[in-house]
Structures are given as structure tokens and as C-alpha cells.
């Protein structure tokens, strides 16, 4: 039996429709790595990975990854590809792994057409030309991408459509997929959507009424179509009041073409998510979200009603400021779902708008919590319970405000897997409102007392609320 364990990597992306090669394809490939394992290693126990239809320049590859693994547990020690740039495009990444990675950890690497042998390097660096094939690959990407933009900027510019997929309401033309065509089926939830919005409906309601029908949404209707081959693990398709936005503000349902409003300007670009909600808003949103007919505020009622009884269980005893902070949920919960009303349809659409509102947002919550903290007024019960617990264990309100917002965090990625079977509602700007929230709310505490004398102006409310 052969001391290695190989794994053979094959890749085929749509950067290779260009070359016309049919020695890139899949099977040519597997082909050709089969037959040099079984010339040169015919005892040897040999594994498959492939990706086909993903780029060279990144790892971002589901057959690389698992490759990748395998190393890594030390389950594959040999890997062979055809060329160079079947494993990689980006000329600096393979060169960390054909010179430090692979030979810290063992693993022969062989690729065929370009007669490579990590066996014949042990111990140096890899010839020159070597290098130099992998930085042509490199280069020779990144030249395909200019010239697929141009391309694509010219087609743009002739009125042509561009897209994989043609816009909720429209099909492409059998004959011409550049030309858009009425699919009418679609067509008429789009034009019911207008029609409500023109009826004074907000996209929260809309969303709303068409959860409540069932009507279809567009991912349901293109996986159903054949379009899509994603969906949810559990089946469940909701509309959501950003798609509602984004139909309202789509230009292409007034028969207007508008394309190349974004550029990416980066080869590697990775992509883009929302920024999220507040960790401490996010369970409630996801329970609205899960029950069609509980709206945003209703679900901030149950949470804080959890929250308030977990409160008097853990500390042991009820007071009624405790109950103040319940009965204020009840208000909150109504102008929350208002609010959002009012709202909906200014919706930031872009990465530099979705940063302003969180930046905003962030600041001003701290703000305004740091300014409750001074009155004597109920507060919410999510401050109320990481007071009673600070209280109760006796340690600083910041530190229990922080594991109380790492918590919250945890309890919406169990929530949202719970629900819907992947994360909903929960971005980067999650987890970073999660790591300044506490020390955000301490700074502006401290300022405010540094610049106010807080005193209060109906000493008479101390005692209905204290």
C-alpha cells in the first residue's frame, strides 16, 4: 500500500468559457490526474474534489475547502492538479502554499502539465519559472476581468439588459436574453404592490397583507420556476419590507433601464451582507419574523415580558418600579411598530448610507440610555434587568451590561437557526454594536455628569416610579 493518501483537485469557472479549451473541462481533467495517479501512484488510495463554476482568484470554493480539511486533519497528503491555475489564480496566496504551508505539513503537491513536483524542492525555494507561470496566471486573471468589464459596460450602454436574473415581474426573451419581457403571472402581485403603496400602505403592511394571503415571493416563485435551486431548510418564504423598498424604488418597473449604478472595484471582492439589527432588539425581530401575525412591537412586549419575569424570579422579590418598566414595554411596543410605519419606505439602500444610520443609531441609543439612567423615570426592562442583576450580584452595571449584550447575541443565532435554519437579521453591525453598546453608554454617562447637574423638576413622580 502507497504511503500517500492523494487528493486529485479539478476546477472549471466561467473565466474559462473564454479560452475555449476543451482540456479544462471537468472530465478531461479528471481524466488526465486519474491516469498519472494510477502511472505513479497505483497503489495509492485516491480522493476527488472538484468546483465547477468558481473563480481561481479566491478559496472561497467548496471543493478547495474540503480539500483544505482533509489536509489539515492529516487525511490527504498528496494533492495533484493539472496546472497551477486550476488550484489558484491569486500568484501571492499560492505561493504561501506551495512554499510554506503544504511543506510545514507534508503534503506533496504535483501539478502535471507544468511537470512541478514539490518532492523535487524539498528544502529550496521552486524554480524561477515556476514563480513566473504563477504570476502570469495572477495577471492573466485580473487582465480577464478588465476586459469582462468592459465588455459588459459596453452591452450596458446599448440599452441592453444585464443580469442573471430579470427583475420580479419580468422574464428574459427566449430569443435575445438582453430584452426583457412582462411575465404576467409576476406581473400582477407587482402591480397590487403599487396599487397598495398608492393607497397609503406602508411597505411594513404590505409585506404584511402578503404573508398573511400567502402570496408567492420572488425567490418561491423562482425556485418553483427553476430559477433558483436555493430555499429555506424548513420552506418557509416570507416577504420582507426591504423587498417591498427595493421593488418601490426599481426603476425598471417604470420601463426604465438603469444599470451600473455600483461598481465593484476590487478583483476579490467578497459579498456584501446587511449590517443587522441590535443584538437586543434581534430576538424579538425574529419572533415577529417566525409568527406572520406578531408584528415588530408585540414582539418586544414578549421579550421584555420574559425578561421582567425571569427579573423577579432571579432577584427574588417584586417591586414596583419593576412594573412601571413592564407597563412602559406596552407603549414602546405600539410607537415601535408606528415608528417603523413611518419609516419603511426611507430605507438605506447602499454600504456608506447603512454605515451613517448605524454609526447614528448607535450613538443615540447610548446617548439617550445614559440620559434615562439620570431620571427617575421606569426604564425599559432590558436596562431594568441588567440593573436588578448587577444589583443582586453586586457587580458593575457596564460588565453585566456586556455579558447581558454577548448573551442576547447568542440567543439570536440559536433563534434564527431555530427558526429558519440559517442567521435572519443578524450582520456584522451585530456583533459590532454588541462590542460598543456598554462602553459607548459608560462614556456618555460619565460625560453628562461631567457637564450636567442633574436635579429633578417633579420631585412628585420620584415617589410614583421609586
Given at each position: 500500500?502507497?504511503?500517500?493518501?492523494?487528493?486529485?483537485?479539478?476546477?472549471?469557472?466561467?473565466?474559462?468559457?473564454?479560452?475555449?479549451?476543451?482540456?479544462?473541462?471537468?472530465?478531461?481533467?479528471?481524466?488526465?490526474?486519474?491516469?498519472?495517479?494510477?502511472?505513479?501512484?497505483?497503489?495509492?488510495?485516491?480522493?476527488?474534489?472538484?468546483?465547477?463554476?468558481?473563480?481561481?482568484?479566491?478559496?472561497?470554493?467548496?471543493?478547495?475547502?474540503?480539500?483544505?480539511?482533509?489536509?489539515?486533519?492529516?487525511?490527504?497528503?498528496?494533492?495533484?492538479?493539472?496546472?497551477?491555475?486550476?488550484?489558484?489564480?491569486?500568484?501571492?496566496?499560492?505561493?504561501?502554499?506551495?512554499?510554506?504551508?503544504?511543506?510545514?505539513?507534508?503534503?506533496?503537491?504535483?501539478?502535471?502539465?507544468?511537470?512541478?513536483?514539490?518532492?523535487?524542492?524539498?528544502?529550496?525555494?521552486?524554480?524561477?519559472?515556476?514563480?513566473?507561470?504563477?504570476?502570469?496566471?495572477?495577471?492573466?486573471?485580473?487582465?480577464?476581468?478588465?476586459?469582462?468589464?468592459?465588455?459588459?459596460?459596453?452591452?450596458?450602454?446599448?440599452g441592453n439588459f444585464v443580469g442573471s436574473?430579470?427583475?420580479?415581474?419580468?422574464?428574459?426573451?427566449?430569443?435575445?436574453?438582453?430584452?426583457?419581457?412582462?411575465?404576467?403571472?409576476?406581473?400582477?402581485?407587482?402591480?397590487?404592490?403599487?396599487?397598495?403603496?398608492?393607497?397609503?400602505?406602508?411597505?411594513?403592511?404590505?409585506?404584511?397583507?402578503?404573508?398573511?394571503?400567502?402570496?408567492?415571493?420572488?425567490?418561491?416563485?423562482?425556485?418553483?420556476?427553476?430559477?433558483?435551486?436555493?430555499?429555506?431548510?424548513?420552506?418557509?418564504?416570507?416577504?420582507?419590507?426591504?423587498?417591498?423598498?427595493?421593488?418601490?424604488?426599481?426603476?425598471?418597473?417604470?420601463?426604465?433601464?438603469?444599470?451600473?449604478?455600483?461598481?465593484?472595484?476590487?478583483?476579490?471582492?467578497?459579498?456584501?451582507?446587511?449590517?443587522?439589527?441590535?443584538?437586543?432588539?434581534?430576538?424579538?425581530?425574529l419572533l415577529s419574523m417566525r409568527v406572520?401575525?406578531?408584528?415588530?412591537?408585540?414582539?418586544?412586549?414578549?421579550?421584555?415580558?420574559?425578561?421582567?419575569?425571569?427579573?423577579?424570579?432571579?432577584?427574588?422579590?417584586?417591586?414596583?418600579?419593576?412594573?412601571?418598566?413592564?407597563?412602559?414595554?406596552?407603549?414602546?411596543?405600539?410607537?415601535?411598530?408606528?415608528?417603523?410605519?413611518?419609516?419603511?419606505?426611507?430605507?438605506?439602500?447602499?454600504?456608506?448610507?447603512?454605515?451613517?444610520?448605524?454609526?447614528?443609531?448607535?450613538?443615540?441609543?447610548?446617548?439617550?440610555?445614559?440620559?434615562?439612567?439620570?431620571?427617575?423615570?421606569?426604564?425599559?426592562?432590558?436596562?431594568?434587568?441588567?440593573?436588578?442583576?448587577?444589583?443582586?450580584?453586586?457587580?458593575?452595571?457596564?460588565?453585566?451590561?456586556?455579558?447581558?449584550?454577548?448573551?442576547?447575541?447568542?440567543?439570536?443565532?440559536?433563534?434564527?437557526?431555530?427558526?429558519?435554519?440559517?442567521?435572519?437579521?443578524?450582520?456584522?453591525?451585530?456583533?459590532?454594536?454588541?462590542?460598543?453598546?456598554?462602553?459607548?453608554?459608560?462614556?456618555?454617562?460619565?460625560?453628562?455628569?461631567?457637564?450636567?447637574?442633574?436635579?429633578?423638576?417633579?420631585?412628585?413622580?420620584?415617589?410614583?416610579?421609586?
Open positions: 500500500m502507497s504511503e500517500y493518501r492523494i487528493g486529485l483537485y479539478m476546477r472549471l469557472s466561467k473565466e474559462d468559457e473564454f479560452s475555449h479549451v476543451e482540456s479544462n473541462s471537468i472530465t478531461m481533467q479528471r481524466m488526465l490526474l486519474r491516469a498519472y495517479a494510477q502511472e505513479h501512484f497505483p497503489d495509492a488510495e485516491v480522493i476527488e474534489f472538484a468546483d465547477d463554476g468558481y473563480t481561481g482568484t479566491n478559496f472561497e470554493r467548496p471543493g478547495v475547502q474540503s480539500l483544505l480539511e482533509q489536509v489539515k486533519d492529516l487525511r490527504i497528503n498528496c494533492i495533484i492538479v493539472k496546472d497551477f491555475s486550476r488550484f489558484a489564480r491569486d500568484y501571492i496566496e499560492l505561493g504561501s502554499y506551495l512554499e510554506q504551508i503544504f511543506p510545514f505539513m507534508g503534503v506533496r503537491f504535483i501539478s502535471v502539465n507544468d511537470g512541478y513536483d514539490s518532492a523535487d524542492y524539498k528544502g529550496s525555494v521552486a524554480d524561477l519559472d515556476v514563480n513566473f507561470k504563477n504570476l502570469l496566471n495572477d495577471l492573466y486573471s485580473k487582465d480577464l476581468s478588465v476586459k469582462v468589464k468592459a465588455s459588459l459596460r459596453s452591452i450596458k450602454e446599448q436574473e430579470a427583475p420580479f415581474g419580468y422574464r428574459k426573451d427566449p430569443e435575445n436574453r438582453h430584452r426583457l419581457l412582462i411575465e404576467e403571472d409576476e406581473a400582477k402581485v407587482v402591480r397590487r404592490i403599487f396599487s397598495m403603496y398608492e393607497g397609503g400602505m406602508s411597505s411594513v403592511q404590505i409585506a404584511k397583507v402578503l404573508n398573511e394571503e400567502g402570496v408567492k415571493t420572488p425567490a418561491q416563485v423562482r425556485v418553483e420556476k427553476g430559477l433558483r435551486t436555493f430555499h429555506p431548510k424548513n420552506g418557509i418564504y416570507l416577504w420582507q419590507h426591504t423587498v417591498i423598498v427595493r421593488m418601490l424604488k426599481n426603476r425598471a418597473y417604470r420601463g426604465d433601464l438603469v444599470q451600473g449604478t455600483i461598481e465593484c472595484r476590487t478583483l476579490r471582492g467578497k459579498k456584501k451582507a446587511g449590517l443587522g439589527l441590535s443584538m437586543v432588539a434581534a430576538p424579538a425581530y406572520p401575525w406578531l408584528s415588530f412591537g408585540m414582539g418586544e412586549c414578549i421579550v421584555q415580558g420574559s425578561l421582567f419575569l425571569l427579573c423577579c424570579v432571579w432577584t427574588g422579590r417584586f417591586l414596583k418600579k419593576q412594573l412601571w418598566s413592564f407597563v412602559v414595554a406596552i407603549p414602546y411596543g405600539w410607537i415601535l411598530d408606528q415608528m417603523l410605519q413611518v419609516f419603511a419606505n426611507i430605507y438605506p439602500i447602499f454600504l456608506w448610507e447603512k454605515m451613517i444610520v448605524f454609526l447614528l443609531g448607535s450613538l443615540t441609543l447610548a446617548a439617550g440610555i445614559s440620559l434615562f439612567f439620570q431620571s427617575y423615570l421606569p426604564c425599559q426592562v432590558y436596562e431594568l434587568f441588567v440593573k436588578c442583576i448587577a444589583q443582586h450580584t453586586g457587580k458593575q452595571f457596564s460588565g453585566v451590561k456586556q455579558i447581558y449584550d454577548w448573551s442576547s447575541l447568542g440567543v439570536s443565532f440559536v433563534l434564527s437557526l431555530l427558526f429558519f435554519h440559517h442567521i435572519v437579521g443578524i450582520g456584522i453591525g451585530t456583533v459590532l454594536c454588541t462590542l460598543i453598546n456598554a462602553p459607548l453608554i459608560r462614556i456618555f454617562e460619565k460625560m453628562f455628569c461631567r457637564i450636567f447637574n442633574f436635579r429633578p423638576a417633579f420631585p412628585a413622580f420620584i415617589k410614583i416610579f421609586n
